[in-house]
C-alpha cells in the first residue's frame, strides 16, 4: 500500500479471523508479498477452510450510492474449470444490516470456456431474490493484477427500478459490465467487506492479494 493509503485497510479496516479447529485458520496478512501496482505493502488473504477471513469497512452510513475500488489478482487461488457461476468464491459483499442483508455480492469463478478467472456479480432485489448483474474477464494463468471499480446505486423510486451495479475493470483493456433496472430502492449501504466470504460452494487451499482499497459516496465521474 501507498504511505497515504496504510490507513485504508490496515488501520480503518477492522480485521476479522474466525477459524475451525479442524482446518488452519484463513487469515488475512499485511504482507510485501502481495503488494500490487507499484505499493509496498498489500493484504494477502489465505483460505483453508470455509471459515470467514475478511476486512470490513464500516464507513458508509445508510447510502443510496456506493462506489469501491481496488487492484487484485485471483489468479493465485485454484479454483476448478466450470461453467460461470460455478466453483466461485465469493470475496466481497455489501452489507444492509437494517435490510436488504447482504445484498451484493462479488465472486472470483474460472470458466472452461476460456480458462481465465471472472469477476462476477449478483445483486437482491426488494422480493429478496438475486439476479446475476455482471461479468468481466481478469485474465487468463499468466495475467497481471487488475483495478476494478465496483457501483451500486439504489432505486430512486418504488416502482421505478432503476437501481444499479457495475463493475469496472480500468484497463488492460477497460471492461465495463452491469445493469440498471433492479428494483432495489428500499436498500441501501451500512458496510463492506473484503476477503473470503465464506459459502456453500467447495473449499479451496490457496491465497489471493488485493491492494489500494479506496470507497466513495459518489458514482464514477
Known amino acids: ?34 503488494a500490487q501496482n507499484g505499493t509496498n505493502f498489500g493484504l494477502l488473504v489465505s483460505v483453508d477452510s470455509n471459515t470467514a477471513a475478511h476486512v470490513q469497512s464500516d464507513h458508509p452510513n445508510a447510502e443510496k450510492v456506493y462506489r469501491a475500488r481496488f487492484w487484485v489478482r485471483p489468479q493465485t487461488l485454484p479454483i476448478a474449470l466450470g461453467s460461470a457461476g460455478s466453483n466461485h468464491v465469493r470475496f466481497f459483499t455489501m452489507l444492509d444490516p437494517g435490510g436488504l442483508g447482504q445484498h451484493a455480492i462479488g465472486f ?12 462476477i456479480l449478483w445483486t437482491k432485489n426488494d422480493a429478496g431474490g438475486f439476479e446475476q448483474a455482471a461479468n468481466i474477464f481478469l485474465g487468463g494463468p499468466a495475467a497481471p493484477a487488475r483495478q476494478v471499480e465496483v457501483q451500486w446505486a439504489a432505486a430512486t423510486a418504488d416502482g421505478a427500478n432503476d437501481g444499479m451495479l457495475m463493475v469496472s475493470r480500468i484497463d488492460n483493456p477497460a471492461q465495463t459490465d452491469g445493469r ?11 458496510g463492506f467487506r473484503i476477503g473470503y466470504i465464506p459459502s456453500s460452494n467447495t473449499v479451496i487451499t490457496g491465497s489471493y492479494p488485493m491492494d489500494e482499497f479506496e470507497s466513495f459516496r459518489t458514482l464514477a465521474p
Open 1 to 34: 500500500m501507498k504511505p497515504n493509503n496504510v490507513a485504508i485497510v490496515a488501520v480503518t479496516l477492522a480485521i476479522l479471523l474466525v477459524g475451525s479447529a479442524a482446518f488452519a485458520v484463513n487469515t488475512v496478512s499485511v504482507t510485501a508479498g502481495a
Open 108 to 119: 472470483f469463478t474460472r470458466s472452461a470456456q476460456d480458462n481465465g478467472w471472472h469477476l
Open 180 to 190: 440498471t433496472n433492479i428494483d432495489n430502492d428500499t436498500g441501501d449501504v451500512d
